[in-house]
């Protein structure tokens, strides 16, 4: 155990690190506590697990089986120490806040992913106006999409696509041409939330794929509009930064996140809709990995006062 518990400390420095728990800011934990060391103990053995034994110690424990080797070993060790943490009354407070995996007591996660104007080369200051809206309801209790919105949208500055953004999005020109106006489809949206009762009623977070979708689409859209941005927008889950800090891998796109879980793309890439059904699946499987879904991205005030003047 000597050797085993050395390697597990070596590249940690402390039992925290080793252990993997995430500790709140400005907490100074009592490291001293036995807890520590069983977690990190935790972590050594399945470090020095091989993979197929690990693969049937996630199928025993009816877990996923699919994925690279690093989320197979994260996705086994946070079981068992979450375990751990759980079956220990003893457990500090900074341990036993790990156990919550929504701190936030979200009930649905609004998972968007726009198509938006763009060039095969973007001029400076060029603005993405939609094209696509497409916005799931996925709920956080069942871990299944409830219900869809879905829009195209005709832009206003750059009316006809280009040839490289219909390559793109598979968007056809008389798609947009026949849609309504972002200003329409936003409103739609708005009132689509309120008929499913999510506005006043649950709680709920958005969810994009990365900070694109809203720092450079739809806060400058809104402003282009003249609509006023939603509050609950200012903050969201970029579930590519979630991911890569949870199963601590390098970060990738959309099919590089499914392909390090053993999952294949559904549909066609870079159709927005089939884009958020794709993040459903991956915001799924973190949850049932026990990542603990946490706000992200913020609308910072320098991204207000970069479009302040356009407004």
Not at 130 to 150: G, M, Q, R, S, Y
Not at 290 to 306: E, H, M, R, T, W
Request: with cysteine; net charge positive; glycine share 4%.
């Amino acid at each position: 155990y000597g050797r085993r518990r050395l390697r597990g400390m070596a590249t940690g420095g402390s039992a925290a690190a080793a252990s993997g728990v995430e500790e709140p800011a400005g907490w100074k934990a009592n490291r001293s506590h036995c807890l520590y060391k069983k977690l990190s103990a935790v972590s050594t053995e399945v470090n020095l697990t091989s993979l197929p034994n690990v693969k049937i110690q996630l199928e025993q424990l009816g877990l996923a089986i699919t994925g690279v080797e690093a989320i197979l070993r994260k996705r086994l060790k946070n079981h068992l120490k979450l375990k751990l943490i759980a079956s220990d009354a003893t457990a500090p407070s900074e341990l036993a806040s790990s156990t919550d995996l929504n701190p936030y007591r979200l009930e649905y996660l609004c998972v968007l992913d726009f198509e938006a104007t763009c060039e095969e080369k973007n001029p400076p200051d060029y603005i993405h106006e939609v094209i696509e809206f497409p916005v799931l309801l996925f709920n956080l209790k069942t871990l299944k999409v409830d219900a869809e919105f879905h829009s195209y949208c005709k832009p206003c500055l750059n009316p006809l696509l280009s040839d490289f953004c219909k390559r793109l999005t598979g968007i056809k020109q008389e798609e947009v041409d026949k849609a309504p106006s972002f200003l329409e489809v936003f409103r739609n949206f708005i009132s689509w939330l309120d008929e499913k009762e999510i506005l006043n009623t649950h709680k709920f977070a958005i969810v994009t794929d990365c900070p694109w979708d809203i720092k450079s689409c739809l806060f400058p859209q809104c402003v282009l509009m003249k609509v006023t941005f939603p509050q609950f927008a200012y903050k969201w889950i970029d579930v590519r930064k979630l991911f890569s800090s949870f199963y601590r891998v390098p970060s990738g796109n959309l099919a590089k996140m499914l392909e390090s879980l053993g999952l294949e793309f559904e549909g066609r890439q870079h159709c927005g809709l089939d884009d958020a059904r794709n993040i459903c699946r991956i915001v799924a499987q973190l949850v049932r990995d026990g990542c603990i879904l946490k706000y992200n991205c913020f609308i910072s005030p320098d991204i207000v006062a970069q479009y302040s003047h356009k407004s």
